[in-house]
């Protein structure tokens, strides 16, 4: 019998590039939040994969973007910093886009990290901007191995899994079996509620939202109390998430609610509320606050 593997894989990537979408494909169920709207993760979360042969703890990283605000320069740092927590970089390139500088320079920083790098090219059920060989000489990659899949579809994952139990090294089961993430049952459920805003809300307000979780408790009935803040910058943009006679934030609560509930597998009492910050994605303080501050990365 072989030697029992385990490792840590960070995902880095351009943002839309399939992150979430591949480690819900990889653990069999929606854990992570997705959306066409770029810039959807904000955070790094472990999700944990165990077979009989291996552990991979995957780290779903922030798309690594240009920065506008503190929260963006936070993004990429917590992205980065990954690097150095990791046994396996997995870059995942989306290939319907050619490369671009911002490639480049993620290519970059991982030859300095020196970690080993797998290159998976997704979005293959769609026609390729670009091949993977174009794509490696254009970012001046050093000759690490790379493969094709589609997060979507499931078209090469058996092989991305052989491909990173190869890679990483012998070692113990890290977390007990039936444990796939270490994030709480309140930090999902946040998640879900801010992808229903991500929805439902157009143009800037999706990346001025966040999520604060006010109260999380189960009634004697069975239901789940659940009372959140969806928290924006302008008091324009409350009435904005609110809508004409409520309407918007109907929509969203439906919808988070109906997340919510098959994830708990309980009914749910979603009570939200619309609140001003100011400002609050240039507010390290607020940062903190929210969850969006990485202790190691530093301000």
């Given at each position: ?87 396996v ?26 970690q ?56 113990p ?100 509320w619309?609140?001003t ?12 606050e ?10």
């Open positions: 019998m072989s030697e029992y593997r385990s490792g840590f894989v960070g995902i880095i990537g351009r943002p839309n590039a399939g992150k979430s979408t591949l480690i819900n494909a990889l653990a069999g169920e929606k854990l992570l939040i997705v959306s066409a709207k770029p810039q959807t993760t904000r955070d790094r979360i472990r999700v944990i994969l165990t077979t009989d042969r291996v552990q991979l703890i995957f780290y779903d990283t922030p798309g690594i973007h240009k920065p506008l605000h503190k929260l963006g320069e936070q993004m990429n740092k917590t992205a980065l910093n990954t690097l150095k927590l990791v046994d970089v997995l870059w995942l390139v989306d290939a319907t886009q050619p490369a671009g500088k911002g490639d480049a320079w993620v290519g970059e920083a991982l030859k300095e990290s020196r080993p790098v797998l290159v998976v090219f997704n979005k293959s059920d769609l026609p390729p901007a670009v091949t993977p060989e174009e794509f490696l000489a254009r970012v001046e990659a050093p000759a690490w191995p790379w493969l094709k899949i589609s997060a979507l579809t499931g078209a090469g994952l058996d092989q991305l899994l052989a491909a990173l139990e190869a890679m990483v090294p012998p070692g089961r890290y977390y007990p079996e039936e444990m796939i993430t270490d994030r709480p049952e309140s930090f999902l459920v946040s998640e879900y509620i801010r992808e229903a805003v991500l929805s439902h809300a157009e143009e800037e307000i999706p990346h001025s939202t966040a999520v604060l979780m006010e109260e999380m408790k189960e009634r004697p009935n069975g239901k789940i109390y659940i009372r959140a803040s969806i928290l924006v910058e302008k008091d324009s943009q409350k009435k904005i998430v609110i809508g004409r006679e409520g309407r918007l934030l109907k929509a969203i609560g439906q919808q988070a609610r109906a997340q919510i509930e098959a994830f708990l597998g309980q009914p749910v009492y979603l009570d939200l619309v609140k910050r100011k400002d609050w994605r240039n507010s390290l303080p607020a940062l903190r929210f969850g969006y501050w990485d202790r190691e990365a530093g301000d």
